[in-house]
Every structure is written in structure tokens, then in C-alpha cells.
């Protein structure tokens, strides 16, 4: 079993391409969390496997949720996480591992897999330019086969590209972010852009977005930052605050 999360598709496509090549089912993380459906069952032997975006050098936040809230029956032979990331996951992994032991779990296995950016919201982020882009992309196949050899043979490893100053990124950054930096109070519209087409109420993950009765979306304080909104929004009508004014925008097709 697979549980995954995902705002832009990267961790999406990681996840459809191990449970292809690992014959494994696939759970989503944010339709259990919404639909309070988080009683899981492991059938003899089968394998449970995490797959998240890394956000701000830790798990997603709405997966650690997913952790601590899980009814899970049954012991996994192999447990795993598998994170995308812009370039490095910091201490994602041993975050990961201690969130897991807390519910009786032991993780043997942690894999990073480089997918292009889509964190926009601060000064001095912005998504990939396209080289950077198509290079990656082109890079993950191979990347994600990888994974899914390690994994198929229960193969316990780190590999995971952790990256500098990795403890304050993760123990000092992290904390603050999750703090500060994921309210949706600061997601706005630009009236005069916004063609009250849905879209960002189609892909919001954590069904977090209504139409008003004029047609423009209204967050309800459930989000998880993933940015699927502002990036899926086909007129960039959604800006977060000031900051994503004259950034990128990215979701992932098919590769």
C-alpha cells in the first residue's frame, strides 16, 4: 500500500510509478484526512510506503497528520518514504522515522527524488527555469526505477540528498514555517482576472476551497500549502499576498 499526497503532481506521479512497477494499491492521504476515512489495513506481508513533497526541509505536514490520526491493522513487511523535493530534504527522513515509531512502525528505507520546484510564495523562490525543469523531469524515470528496485528488494537504505546546515533547516527554518508560512488568510483574487472556472476548487486536495455566490473562491483555513490553486488557476487570477505577483507557475503533465 501506498499513501501519498501531492499538490502539483510531482509526489503523485513518484507514487503512480512505484505502484505500477511494485503492483502496489494506492491510498490518498488527503482524501482519508477529509473524508475521515483513516482506518488502514495491511494484508499478510504487504509492503507500506509513503510518498510526499518535502516542505521546508521536513514531510509534508498534512502526512505527519495522516501518521498520528492512522488506524493501521496489520504490520508492514517493508515500510518506506519516498519525498520530492526542489533539491535537498534536510532531516526529512529521520523526522519521518521518529513520527513512525510512534505508532509501533519501523521505517527501513528513505529515498529523495529531485522533481522541479513550485514553492513561490517568499521572496527569492520561484519555480525552475525550463532547462532546470527538463532536466529533472527527464532525470526522474531513471530516478524513480531506482527507488523501485531498492524497495522490491527490500533493500534498507537512506538515499536521500540531505544538503547543507541540514539540522537548522529542518529544526530551526521548518518549525517557523509551519507556524508562520501556511495560513491561507493571504491567498487573494484578482477580480478582473478570475474567470470563475472552478479550477482551483477541482484541485485543492483538502477541499478546502468554495465559489462565493459571485463566483471567486474563498479559502476555509484547511489548507495544506500545497499551491494547487494558485498554480492550476488557468487565468492566474490567485496570488498569495504580494509575493507571487510576476513568479512561475508549475504543475506537472505527463512526463
Not at 510509478?17 to 488527503?30: D, P, T
Not at 521518529?98 to 527569492?124: C, D, E, F, W
Not at 495560513?183 to 462565493?212: Q, W, Y
Amino acid at each position: 500500500m501506498i499513501i501519498w499526497f501531492s499538490g502539483t503532481g510531482n509526489s503523485q506521479w513518484v507514487a503512480e510509478q512505484l505502484a505500477e512497477a511494485l503492483n502496489e494499491r494506492m491510498v490518498s492521504a488527503a482524501e482519508a484526512l477529509t473524508g475521515d476515512a483513516m482506518a488502514f489495513s495491511l494484508a499478510e506481508g504487504e509492503r507500506l510506503g509513503f510518498v510526499f513533497p518535502t516542505y521546508s526541509w521536513g514531510p509534508a505536514p498534512v502526512m505527519l497528520e495522516l501518521v498520528e490520526k492512522m488506524q493501521l491493522q496489520g504490520v508492514p513487511s517493508f515500510c518506506c518514504m519516498v519525498t520530492t523535493c526542489g533539491d535537498d530534504i534536510g532531516l526529512s527522513a529521520d523526522i519521518m522515522r521518529k513520527a513512525l515509531a510512534k505508532r509501533g512502525i519501523t521505517m527501513h528505507s528513505a529515498h529523495s527524488v529531485q522533481m522541479p520546484n513550485n514553492y513561490v510564495n517568499m521572496k527569492g523562490f520561484d519555480v525552475d527555469t525550463d532547462e532546470v525543469r527538463r532536466a529533472k523531469l527527464e532525470a526522474a524515470p531513471a530516478r524513480v526505477a531506482r527507488v523501485a528496485a531498492d524497495i522490491a528488494g527490500a533493500v534498507a537504505t537512506v538515499d536521500v540528498v540531505t544538503g547543507g546546515w541540514a539540522w537548522a533547516k529542518s529544526h530551526i527554518v521548518r518549525p517557523w514555517f509551519v507556524r508562520h508560512a501556511m495560513s491561507d488568510a493571504k491567498f487573494r483574487v484578482e477580480a478582473d482576472a478570475c474567470t470563475h472556472c472552478g479550477a482551483c476548487v477541482k484541485h485543492c486536495p483538502m477541499h478546502n476551497i468554495t465559489l462565493t455566490a459571485a463566483g471567486t473562491p474563498e479559502w476555509h483555513g484547511r489548507c495544506a500549502m500545497c499551491l494547487s490553486c494558485l498554480h492550476r488557476c488557468p487565468a492566474r487570477a490567485i496570488q498569495y499576498a504580494k509575493a507571487t505577483q510576476n513568479k512561475g507557475r508549475y504543475y506537472l503533465g505527463k512526463v
